[in-house]
């Protein structure tokens, strides 16, 4: 079963705060280092200060980040909501030249265990990320950022809330971020609608999309924290619990985005004995035209296996042959997974044609935007780029169901939920 509940969100002070456009960030793991530094000085009180501090050197950045949280709070730059609430949380966006709204709301989510968990998650996490975050949570004592999670909805709980509840007041929180996507949010704190969102959650299986680092790292120190309180944990700490965005999965404010990879190679790679080694597994067309390259990767994504490869200013469409040459080589894995473009370009482009170690891949980037890493080849020989089309969500849904994980950085949901909106403190936590 799953349980939700409101919470006293930390928000920053109106009254301090005149601009939040100054103070709001994206997620801490897609800012850049040239963008960490815009948000650095961008305003003092800008949340990246505590979501994502720059190593001085001199000290430990992690305590540094809680005694900012604690003086903002003591200065009241934050405060704290009275009353608990859930917060209606919409998103205007322009992708592709359409223009979407995705309504969702953020809450506090209950940690799942390991048996009868309803809330899934779809990728598999890297352990410095998490090392990282596991620091910053026990010293700052709060869920600094919420985790994003999907759920299928049919009761319509989102949009029938909103309608009835919402969508005629006027939102205590409006931002146009740096992407021109517009931010609102609304307080919803009435006891009785409260409950009854929490009830109408019960029985939905959730989705983790974006925050598995973060999720993880939350149970890993409720974990701590029962630990330490021994007979005296109750099981209702606020640990047990970490801060959620919520959004169904209806494709007319959903949208996924693929992330592509760039590697660098040891030694130049021979292009010509590439593509022939690649022959085996697909049928190969080189695209002249940029334009046309994409286009034809996002049509005939809708229905084959392809990816794209740039390389020596050249575009190749790969397409792929047949599925059961993974059915072969990882057999282990279940059906959905061995369906997933992205493991098709692992097992049989980056580990049998290029003889890369999956476990120990080094060299890799991570973007959503081609441009950028189309460039980077252009201007290094040692680079190639490998482009996906986006993973859909009912493939992250049947591998989660399915008991699997995909590999890292397989799914870009867009746009993303601003950092700084709300805080949850953990009350509870005095270890």
Not at 138 to 147: G, T
Not at 226 to 250: H, I, V, W
Not at 279 to 286: A, L, S
Not at 374 to 400: G, M, R, W
Request: proline letters at 4%; one cysteine or more.
């Amino acid at each position: 079963m799953t349980k939700i509940k409101a919470f006293k969100a930390v928000v920053y002070n109106p009254e301090k705060i005149n601009d939040f456009n100054q103070v709001v960030c994206p997620p801490y793991d897609v800012i850049s280092p040239s963008a960490q530094e815009t948000y650095l000085e961008r305003c003092a009180y800008n949340f990246i200060h505590m979501d994502l501090a720059k190593d001085s050197g001199t000290d430990d950045k992690y305590r540094r980040v809680a005694t900012i949280f604690r003086d903002w709070l003591k200065d009241r730059v934050l405060i704290q909501d009275e009353k608990p609430a859930i917060y209606f949380y919409s998103q205007q966006y322009i992708i592709r030249g359409e223009k979407k709204t995705r309504l969702g709301f953020i809450s506090l989510l209950r940690l799942g265990d390991e048996k009868g968990s309803a809330v899934f998650g779809h990728e598999n996490t890297h352990a410095e990320a998490k090392q990282d975050r596991f620091k910053l949570i026990k010293q700052v004592k709060a869920n600094l950022s919420p985790i994003f999670v999907v759920f299928l909805d049919k009761k319509r709980i989102i949009q029938r809330v909103f309608q009835k509840y919402i969508c005629d007041k006027e939102a205590f929180i409006e931002v146009v971020d740096d992407e021109k996507t517009l931010h609102k949010l609304w307080r919803l704190d009435d006891p009785e609608v409260l409950k009854m969102i929490e009830n109408s959650m019960d029985n939905e299986n959730m989705f983790i999309a974006d925050g598995h680092h973060r999720y993880e790292v939350s149970c890993a120190y409720r974990d701590l924290m029962r630990e330490k309180l021994g007979a005296q944990f109750t099981g209702e700490e606020d640990f047990n619990y970490c801060l959620s965005y919520f959004t169904n999965t209806d494709p007319r404010g959903l949208s996924i985005s693929p992330i592509h990879r760039l590697f660098k190679l040891n030694t130049e790679l021979n292009l010509q004995d590439f593509i022939l080694k690649a022959r085996e597994y697909f049928d190969v067309d080189q695209i002249k035209d940029k334009v046309r390259f994409f286009f034809l990767m996002e049509k005939a994504g809708c229905t084959e296996h392809l990816l794209g490869v740039y390389k020596d200013k050249k575009y190749f469409l790969l397409r792929l042959k047949n599925i059961k040459f993974l059915d072969k080589l990882i057999a282990d894995k279940p059906k959905e997974y061995r369906t997933l473009d992205v493991a098709i370009l692992n097992y049989l482009v980056l580990k049998n044609i290029l003889k890369f170690d999956l476990d120990n891949l080094s060299g890799v980037r991570y973007n959503p935007d081609p441009e950028e890493f189309i460039n980077e080849v252009d201007a290094d020989p040692l680079k190639i780029a490998f482009f996906l089309n986006p993973v859909k969500i009912e493939q992250i849904i049947n591998v989660a169901l399915g008991g699997s994980k995909m590999p890292p950085k397989s799914t870009y949901f867009y746009p993303k939920v601003l950092s700084g909106l709300v805080v949850n403190k953990l009350e509870d936590a005095k270890g």
